[in-house]
């Protein structure tokens, strides 16, 4: 089963120990209806996990994400098994609003969030 979502804006961010990807649909007042977050996090008690959080819900965490596909403005995310928690998908398939910050965003985060997880396809 694949979970489909489509976004408006995505923004790229680093902070001390978390590279992030977010994902949001937006009001016409510009408030957040719906937000998808990716974080890879570093610790120095924790191996590298990446974070799933879908309106305030997080999922999984470490091998949550078996790989990641990326091609234009579609990102595919292939989960290690299916989450009960997301009706039972197992592949979560993000497209946003083709624009220049958008672009932007996914070429500075995509791989450093990710890393070799992200196969194929192009940005």
């Given at each position: 089963?694949?979970?489909?979502?489509?976004?408006?804006?995505?923004?790229?961010?680093?902070?001390?120990?978390?590279?992030?990807?977010?994902?949001?649909?937006?009001?016409?007042?510009?408030?957040?209806?719906?937000?998808?977050?990716?974080?890879?996090?570093?610790?120095?008690?924790?191996?590298?996990?990446?974070?799933?959080?879908?309106?305030?819900?997080?999922?999984?965490?470490?091998?949550?994400?078996?790989?990641?596909?990326?091609?234009?403005?579609?990102?595919t995310l292939r989960?290690?098994?299916?989450?009960?928690?997301?009706?039972?998908?197992?592949?979560?398939?993000?497209?946003?609003?083709?624009?220049?910050?958008?672009?932007?965003?996914?070429?500075?985060?995509?791989?450093?969030?990710?890393?070799?997880?992200?196969?194929?396809?192009?940005?």
């Amino acid at each position: 089963m694949v979970d489909s979502r489509q976004y408006d804006t995505v923004a790229f961010d680093v902070r001390e120990n978390a590279t992030m990807l977010f994902f949001a649909k937006t009001t016409d007042e510009g408030d957040i209806s719906d937000y998808l977050l990716l974080m890879r996090t570093v610790d120095d008690e924790f191996d590298e996990s990446i974070y799933l959080e879908i309106n305030e819900t997080q999922y999984g965490g470490h091998d949550l994400i078996r790989e990641a596909g990326l091609t234009g403005n579609v990102l595919t995310l292939r989960l290690h098994e299916a989450a009960d928690e997301l009706d039972g998908s197992d592949d979560i398939v993000l497209t946003w609003s083709d624009t220049v910050e958008n672009l932007e965003s996914i070429e500075a985060g995509a791989f450093r969030v990710f890393g070799d997880i992200l196969v194929g396809g192009n940005a």
